[in-house]
Nanobody, 121 residues
Framework: QVQLVESGGGLVQPGGSLRLSCAAS????????MGWYRQAPGNQRELVAA???????NYADSVKGRFTISRGNAANTVYLQMNSLKPEDTAVYYC???????????????WGQGTQVTVSS
């Protein structure tokens, strides 16, 4: 059983920044990548950033140049630095492990609770 715990969300003004964190516990295969998803009200959950071994990183077009994904020293942690936030970034953000060979990959485990990000003045 793998548990995913996201944190770091909050209310921020447009143009502001937030850094999300994710910690996973349980039996995890190191071959998987890690990624961040988000789900806004009325929308499907979408992958916004992915990180695999080495320097392989992928981003959704909507966040490219503004968001940066990084993996921690521990294999089961991942971060999302979000800069120049926009109201349309408002969503619940989730992390997960990823499999597959190309975008948008596939989530491996069940979802955690997520962390709410609200961008508003």
């Amino acid at each position: 059983q793998v548990q995913l715990v996201e944190s770091g969300g909050g209310l921020v003004q447009p143009g502001g920044s937030l850094r999300l964190s994710c910690a996973a516990s349980g039996s995890i295969f190191s071959i998987y990548g890690m990624g961040w998803y988000r789900q806004a009200p009325g929308n499907q959950r979408e992958l916004v950033a992915a990180a695999f071994s080495g320097d392989r990183r992928n981003y959704a077009d909507s966040v490219k140049g503004r968001f940066t994904i990084s993996r921690g020293n521990a294999a089961n942690t991942v971060y999302l630095q979000m800069n120049s936030l926009k109201p349309e970034d408002t969503a619940v953000y989730y992390c997960n492990f990823l499999s597959g060979s190309s975008w948008p990959y596939r989530n491996v485990y069940s979802w955690g609770q997520g962390t709410q990000v609200t961008v508003s003045s």
